[in-house]
């Protein structure tokens, strides 16, 4: 049996981490613990840092900590899942690790490329395990469309576009996995007092949105990213200091990426997945009412058949995963590993730059 913890309550991801794991055969609960934030929150509003404690709390797990470190010490977990503001997550890290503590780290894996760099040095110097949750790649219908694209259905990819988004993590109408409603309406001062909606904490759309485009890109262009020429602003968000939107290109040998974050748009708008442009046509995503069917064309718009595949249900969740291959042997999916991570970590450090100096920047991943 995994005994598991869960540090930071910042994330709102984390009330579907804990229902996970509560889920899941193999593995346990056994404590939660926030940390103190910089800036203290002024509402209790559903998916803010307190709700989300309380929320855990009466549903989850009711042991709760006001000290991360002392949880650590006494309950001496197996795995630490991580869903502190992007700025902590070196730190909180290193104590889990000098423990001998394995972790799962809520994505991205840091705010820069220096600071996973941190991480990484942490990990292979105490020798724990460290993977980083990416909650889309736990869909059946994006399993059912990188399915498709490995089997050669439309050839090799030329070009890969993506844009994802919402109204904010705490924006209008926005609802989160684990949570059967939507967020409660908030003032602008309420949530310029949440870390999302603040630059040096690790918000922004950059962090928090444009990082699926780049961990699709990663994950399914051929190569290594060479460079990235991204724009961000703040089109309607005045109480932050970050960006609300961000539009990249990332550029490999023969092939690129569109990557678009946005905190401006209604979810119901955006398409789901990725579109796989390819040699031999495209693969695609289509929603209506909420769910995405995954579609295929050949270069004269003709409809393809989708290969058939099973959802295994080890695919289900990052607790469904992790217990799955303690349990089995199996290698862990390549999305979560911590090595191609620090590829889609160098991404967005080269998105950031560029954002900044107006420039092209390179990517530069150490191997």
């Known amino acids: 049996m995994i005994k598991a913890v869960i540090i930071g309550c910042a994330h709102m991801h984390v009330n579907e981490i804990a229902l996970y794991i509560t889920e899941a055969e193999g593995i346990t609960l056994a404590a939660a613990a926030d940390l103190v934030p910089d800036t203290p929150e002024i509402v209790k509003a559903r998916y803010t840092r ?9 549903n989850y797990c009711d042991n709760i900590y006001d000290d991360y470190i002392k949880m650590l010490d006494t309950e001496k977990p197996d795995w630490a899942f991580i869903l502190t503001e992007n700025k902590n997550k070196p730190a909180v890290v290193e104590e889990c690790a000098k423990r001998g503590i394995n972790v799962s780290i809520e994505k ?11 991480i990484e040095e942490s990990v292979n110097k105490y020798g724990i395990e460290a993977i980083v949750n990416w909650p889309v790649i736990w869909r059946p219908y994006m399993y059912e469309m990188i399915n ?13 576009y993506y844009i994802n988004g919402h109204t ?18 908030m003032t602008d001062e309420a949530r ?10 690790g918000g922004g759309a950059i962090l928090d949105i444009l990082c699926y485009g ?9 190569g290594d990213a060479k460079s990235v020429y991204a724009y961000s602003d703040n089109l309607n968000t005045p109480y932050s200091d970050a960006e609300d939107n961000v539009s990249a290109v990332i550029k490999y040998d023969n092939t690129y990426t569109v990557a678009e974050g946005t905190w401006t748009i209604p979810q119901l708008v ?13 693969i695609y995503t289509k929603k209506e009412d909420g769910v995405c069917t995954v579609l295929a064309v050949d ?29 089995t042997g199996s290698p862990l999916t390549k999305e979560v590993t911590l090595s191609q991570n620090m590829k889609v970590m160098a991404i967005l450090d080269a998105a950031k730059k560029s954002t900044e100096s107006g420039c092209e920047e390179k990517v530069v991943c150490r191997a």
């Open 50 to 58: 307190d709700w989300n404690k309380e929320n855990i709390k009466n």
């Open 108 to 118: 991205p894996i840091a705010v820069s490329y220096e600071e996973a760099l941190k």
């Open 148 to 160: 498709a694209y490995r089997l050669g259905l439309v050839g090799d990819l030329k070009k890969l």
């Open 168 to 185: 904010g993590p705490l924006g209008a109408g926005a609802k989160h996995r684990g949570v059967s409603d939507t967020a409660e309406e």
């Open 192 to 201: 310029s007092k949440t870390w999302w909606y603040q630059k040096n904490q």
């Open 214 to 222: 780049a961990m699709y890109s990663a994950l399914l262009q051929e």
């Open 270 to 282: 955006l398409p789901g997945g990725p579109v796989l442009m390819c040699e031999k046509g495209a």
């Open 299 to 327: 270069m004269y718009g003709n409809p393809l058949e989708i290969p058939k595949c099973e959802f295994p249900k080890y695919m289900k969740n990052i607790a469904e995963h992790l217990t799955y291959v303690k349990k």
